[in-house]
């Protein structure tokens, strides 16, 4: 039975929230729609390592082991937040958390606010038992800080997941798109301060793939947040995702003139490492293989995050995604051979980039 055919024949009612009912529809349309940024592009196809013809290092040197906010993982892919809450989403996160497992990948849980909202949906969110022993991530929309969640209903999260961080989104295009989307961004850095100062485990803030700029990235490590997913445009965009939930043409029309928003995520990635240059950065946003993801390592990113292709990838089944997952690694254990870099470190350090207007990296 498919991922589509078990998830209609499911007649839980407990999921019938309207928080339920838009993560069942967001899940479906980045699952069967073109919902990917038009007019902009990540900006990874800009970029070429330079060959490097005698490596001088033995393919079975490369080690892709490296490490997030303190823990191990077994390579710097970082299975992004995407989803939860509904019957269709626990199918996803367990067939994610599984390959997470067996590669030794951090994971990060979808928008956790409907957990708060409806405790009986925590089955959809609750993979600790099949990812044991890799880093997991909590997700809440940075907004609610505003709206009433405090640092304890974060712990709870935190607690009730197993969780080792928080990731905090900000998605202001995303909740002005949506009926009755959550618009009170007023104030909401300092409240992000106060959470970071009393949570007790580390915040890390990322946006949901329109980019975030240079200055911003400085004044939430001042903040004091553990880490920046830049999650710059180019991939998935939001904008797209909601236009086509859209019923009122004139709403349709408004979503569709930003699909061309945001910044590009090597860019947002570049000028983010100039500004932390010795802070925790994650670039998302467009990343599609493991040559991209050797790109991002190269530009400056210590993870790399994937939604959209390990979600479409888990809908088809556990062995596609392992094989995606799988040759996503393959690819960027094979780019580090072939630019020298024996490890991810090497990556920043020894390997050379050539941009499509000539300047070097």
Request: proline fraction near 4%.
């Amino acid at each position: 039975m498919s991922l589509n055919e078990t998830v209609n024949a499911s007649t839980d009612t407990k999921t019938g929230s309207r928080t339920a009912s838009r993560k069942d529809e967001h899940l479906r349309i980045n699952i069967d729609e073109d919902v990917a940024a038009k007019g902009i592009e990540s900006g990874f196809d800009d970029w070429r390592f330079v060959h490097r013809a005698l490596p001088e290092i033995d393919l079975d040197d490369v080690e892709l082991r490296t490490h997030l906010l303190g823990r191990h993982v077994d390579a710097p892919l970082l299975i992004s937040c995407m989803t939860g809450g509904t019957e269709q989403a626990r199918i996803i996160n367990e067939r994610l958390a599984r390959v997470a497992q067996a590669h030794g990948l951090a994971m990060g849980l979808g928008s956790c606010r409907v957990l708060l909202e409806q405790p009986e949906v925590l089955p959809t969110f609750d993979v600790r038992p099949l990812a044991p022993d890799v880093p997991l991530l909590a997700n809440l929309g940075a907004v609610q800080l505003n709206l009433g969640v405090g640092t304890e209903e974060c712990r709870h999260l935190l607690r009730t997941l197993g969780a080792d961080a928080l990731v905090l989104h900000l998605n202001p295009l995303q909740e002005a798109l949506q009926v009755s989307g959550n618009t009170a961004f007023s104030g909401l850095l300092a409240r992000i301060a106060a959470l970071c100062e009393n949570l007790g485990a580390p915040v890390i803030v990322k946006e949901v793939g329109w980019g975030i700029a240079d200055d911003l990235v400085v004044r939430l490590f001042d903040a004091g947040v553990a880490a920046v997913d830049v999650a710059g445009a180019g991939g998935t965009s939001w904008s797209e995702v909601e236009r086509h939930r859209m019923t009122d043409p004139v709403r349709a029309r408004v979503a569709a003139s930003f699909a061309g928003w945001g910044i590009p995520t090597t860019e947002a990635l570049i000028r983010a490492r100039s500004a932390a240059p010795g802070d925790v950065l994650i670039a998302s946003g467009g990343v599609r293989d493991g040559i991209d993801v050797a790109k991002a390592l190269t530009l400056g990113a210590d993870s790399v995050g994937i939604a959209g292709p390990l979600v479409r990838a888990a809908a088809a089944g556990d062995d596609t995604l392992e094989e995606t997952v799988a040759g996503i690694l393959e690819e960027l254990r094979l780019a580090m051979f072939c630019v020298g870099a024996s490890r991810v470190r090497d990556l920043h350090r020894d390997a050379r980039l050539i941009h499509c207007d000539g300047r070097a990296l």
